[in-house]
């Protein structure tokens, strides 16, 4: 199958003709960009954070942490 792609929608990131300037709606964007990165950093995001990697430790030791989990409960009966 071939495809026809217009001359002018190349994209380039080179500025050899041009000055290599940044246009304001670019910049504008890309402090709409910070803004919201910034707004999810908010008050819980260590919690979060926390919470992402101790699901990732679990989930990636699932039958050891299952394993001790009933073990941890066997002897917490046992001892009753």
Known sequence: M?????ADARWSTASIPFAAD????ELSVL???LDHCRA???RLFALRCWADAAYRF???RFVTTA??????IAVSLSVV
Do not use: R
């Open 2 to 6: 071939k495809t026809d792609v217009a």
């Open 22 to 25: 940044s246009l304001p709606t």
């Open 40 to 42: 999810l950093t908010g």
């Open 58 to 60: 679990v989930a990636s």
């Open 31 to 33: 402090g709409e960009h």
């Open 67 to 72: 394993l001790l989990s009933a073990a941890l």
